[in-house]
């Protein structure tokens, strides 16, 4: 598909991230407003929210854009969502009807003003482990290379339920986690910083229609409603005296951040590209109808405090075995209902060489070669002040499809919390 053209020209430029073919959604304020609904184009942000008031947009028969969250409108559903998609396409569109460019003329904001806000409110968090070069990588680190793979993962999506709580837009700071601490050579554990705090990259599927018992892969698919870049950030010492048997607890819970624009799956329809090659037969209520993919290219940078910026890793979304509606499916075999505005973070996603691991842990190998920084110095896992980014790129025909940059950085950690 080409570039659609918008007579916002900042978003006709081949490398802006939301062009007319994105219209990604978010929640803004700026000079004082209140958070709002909003649309990217361009360098600038459509206040849906303003339009709604104006009654020059009505995707709901009551107001969606009241609130400054995404989810009321996701409840309108599939046949909704496109038909707002068309409405903005001849809003923003270069040949726009005089009366519908005036009207969104009045309702921009320069995106360079608004301070962002989460996008939606996250009812529930679930994370998966579906990307095999990661899960091969740490069960080699953790178990060696022969038994890296436990034996359910070529057949099922393993995933854990996460906590919506600590769910945050990029931009959120937050301070290095204290936990329960053994290594291996310790006899006994001990309470104390994080000493190997890390992120994994992940992209968010958002579920945008609810579902009350098992669904399909394709209805699973029909269900979701768009993608955010994701960081699950991973404190690996707690995490690795925690995680038997149960899996990681507070090693995952300190925050996630995800970015703020989300992106729908119509924006992302000219990238669906298949899964990899199957290693083992999937069972039949797993079987994808199509591709379910996406070729969405990542990277990661880590800014220390006052430095230069690394890219220290490159990846693409492609790498995932498992497909985001695999397994929304697979959540909902047990008969747990989904609801609007639940979050599923995909997994590490890692590519098969070295420079493109998805995490500190597996770019260090467990801190036995640490990477190498621009400005010089070398990290194994992240230290106070460092500023992670996670940025995102679908490239199509003379345009680009981006995400926001996903942005945290780890303060030091607080005093010791139960210090009398
Ligand atoms: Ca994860």
Known sequence: ??????????????????????????????????????????EMILDVTLLEEDGVIAPGESPVFDVPFWNDFMELGPEAWAEFRDTLIAMLGADAAPAARAAAEKALVP?????????????????????????????TMFRGPENALPPNWLHIPIGYNGRASSVVVSGTAFHRPWGQIKAPDEGAPRF???????????????VGQPSRGPITVAEADAAIFGYVLLNDWSARDIQAWEYQPLGPFQSKATATTISPWIVTKAALEPFRTATPAREKELLPYLDEPGPMLYDIELEVTLRPEG????????????????????????????????????LLGSGTIS?????????????SWGGKEPVELTGGGTRSFIEDDDTLTLKGAARGDGYTI???????????????????
């Open 1 to 42: 598909m080409p570039l659609m053209k918008s007579w916002v020209e900042s978003a006709n430029a081949p490398d802006c991230p939301f062009p007319l073919n994105n219209l990604p959604y978010g929640v803004f304020s700026a000079e004082g407003s209140e958070p709002r609904c909003g649309v990217a184009i361009g």
């Open 111 to 139: 995106a360079a003003a608004a301070e962002m806000h989460m996008p939606f409110v996250v009812s529930e968090y679930t994370d998966f482990y579906a990307g095999r070069n990661h899960a091969f990588n740490v069960g």
């Open 192 to 206: 104390a910083p994080c000493k190997r705090f890390d992120i994994e990259l992940e992209m968010g599927a958002i």
């Open 307 to 342: 430095g230069e910026e690394t890219t220290i890793t490159r990846t693409n979304y492609k790498e995932m075995y498992y497909s985001a509606a695999q397994q929304l499916a697979h959540h909902t075999t047990s008969g747990c209902p989904m609801n609007v505005g639940d």
């Open 351 to 363: 590519g098969p060489t070295k420079g493109s691991r998805g995490s500190l842990l597996e770019l």
């Open 402 to 420: 981006g995400f926001g940059d996903c942005v945290g950085k780890v303060l030091p950690a607080l005093d010791d919390p139960y210090k009398r």
